[in-house]
């Protein structure tokens, strides 16, 4: 044993004797090294020509590129069935805000995640309403949709919108 273990031990003993726990020490340590902070996970590389193959057949395909943590604006119309669909990649554990507006009371947004193959939309404009707040529980591809109704994109009818799409 070493001299210092054998004052512990000593100690330890004197303390027991005495009903007491001994407490040992250990010689210290060097400091421990701070955990080096994990990388923040990327978004998917967006491949236009597999998104194009998802949109409805009067859909055009626009990629909203921003920062990482950023915000972009887009403006458009929707006339018909004609409308315009933005792609965001979005990465792991990312938050997806879309806030759409309009002075036309026939027009709402969906948001679709494009990995899935039913077409199922994550919100729906006409029921969820105008704003979107999505956290993408693995990296992924949106694709938000402006759209009428079937009775007035029918008649033809025309209204405009803009978007802002935030992630964070």
């Known amino acids: 044993m070493r001299p210092i273990s054998m004052f512990v031990f000593a100690a330890g003993l004197a303390?027991?004797?005495?009903?007491?726990?001994?407490?040992?020490?250990?010689?210290?340590?060097?400091?421990a090294t701070p955990a080096a902070t994990p990388p923040v996970p990327s978004a998917p590389a967006i491949d236009t020509e597999a998104l194009k193959a998802k949109l409805p057949p009067d859909g055009t395909l626009e990629v909203l590129s921003f920062d990482a943590a950023g915000s972009a604006?887009?403006?458009?119309?929707?006339?018909?069935y004609a409308a315009p669909v933005y792609a965001v990649a979005v990465a792991a554990g990312q938050t997806l805000n879309v806030v759409f507006e309009t002075t036309s009371t026939?027009?709402?947004?969906?948001?679709?995640?494009?990995?899935?193959?039913?077409?199922?939309?994550?919100?729906?404009?006409?029921?969820?309403?105008?704003?979107?707040?999505?956290?993408?529980?693995?990296?992924?591809?949106?694709?938000?949709?402006?759209?009428?109704?079937?009775?007035t994109a029918r008649r033809g009818?025309?209204?405009?919108?803009?978007?802002?799409?935030?992630?964070?």
């Open 15 to 31: 303390l027991a004797s005495c009903g007491e726990k001994a407490v040992e020490t250990k010689p210290s340590e060097a400091p």
């Open 106 to 151: 026939n027009l709402y947004m969906n948001v679709v995640d494009s990995a899935d193959s039913s077409g199922a939309a994550v919100h729906r404009g006409e029921a969820d309403g105008a704003n979107a707040t999505l956290t993408a529980a693995k990296p992924t591809i949106y694709l938000i949709q402006p759209f009428q109704p079937r009775a």
């Open 73 to 80: 604006r887009a403006s458009g119309e929707v006339k018909g």
């Open 157 to 168: 009818e025309a209204g405009a919108f803009t978007l802002t799409v935030t992630r964070k």
